[in-house]
């Protein structure tokens, strides 16, 4: 089914704009910094109010599906950051909101599954391809099987300031995907095949959603677990002992990164 058609020339019915002005948004709505962060994982905001001087700018980011306040750090007001939503739905909506009040680069900070053969728990992947196994892109675009970055964070820029902050990292494909239940062993082999290392439930959604408004995006994601490759292989487990300090630290440092 074709969801995307290029001769299509109307407007929506009605426009993130509109529905952000509407009478069901009652927080207020102000312009956003040109550049954002987008947390795809629920330690986001928590870890930039622990670690910066934050400054909020909008008790709820409106629109459907996409609540989260934003936040600026003291010092570096020219990006906000909020959290981006769990799965491609309320990941675009987010992107087409924060789009509409004035943002035009994003960074996305989140999570994935590894099952790649050489990835494992706490390695930053940094995809240059997505592949969509979900629905949203296919609002975006038509006949797309990838969503492709346009970095306003050059890949080898961001791999050296991650290094040099001791993360193992490495430039690797993601897979997005709306069913993680459906990770089988045997499409987890197919995706090897075809080049894929890590899973998650946001980013070629959010990317797509970029793409199609000529907005700059680029994606981190953390391993958090290892997928076993095999029947045979140890079990599926989250995360090791070292996880949640790596994780957080992961965080602090896409926010130093993004407000550098």
Request: hydrophobic share 35%; glycine share 10%.
């Amino acid at each position: 089914m074709q969801w995307f058609f290029n001769e299509d020339n109307t407007p929506p019915v009605f426009t993130t704009k509109q529905h952000a002005e509407s009478k069901h948004v009652t927080t207020g709505v102000r312009p956003l910094p040109k550049r954002g962060v987008a947390f795809c994982l629920g330690r986001g905001l928590p870890v930039l109010q622990e670690r910066f001087k934050t400054r909020l700018l909008m008790e709820e980011l409106p629109g459907f599906i996409a609540h989260s306040p934003v936040y600026t750090i003291e010092g570096h007001e020219d990006v906000c950051f909020f959290d981006g939503g769990r799965g491609a739905p309320q990941a675009g909506c987010c992107v087409e909101t924060v789009h509409a009040l004035g943002v035009e680069e994003l960074l996305v900070v989140g999570l994935c599954g590894a099952f790649g053969e050489d990835t494992e728990v706490c390695d930053v992947l940094l995809p240059s391809r997505l592949l969509i196994e979900e629905g949203t892109s296919h609002h975006y675009s038509a006949g797309r099987d990838f969503a492709v970055p346009s970095s306003p964070w050059p890949g080898e820029h961001t791999a050296d300031f991650l290094t040099e902050r001791g993360f193992t990292v490495k430039h690797r494909d993601v897979v997005t995907t709306d069913a993680p239940y459906r990770q089988t062993y045997y499409k987890e082999a197919l995706w090897r095949e075809r080049g894929f290392s890590g899973v998650d439930m946001e980013s070629s959604a959010i990317v797509s959603v970029c793409n199609y408004f000529g907005m700059r995006c680029a994606v981190a994601l953390m391993a958090s677990d290892r997928h076993p490759l095999s029947p045979k292989s140890p079990p599926w487990a989250w995360g090791n002992l070292d996880f949640r300090g790596r994780r957080d630290d992961f965080i602090g440092a896409c926010v130093e990164m993004a407000a550098g």
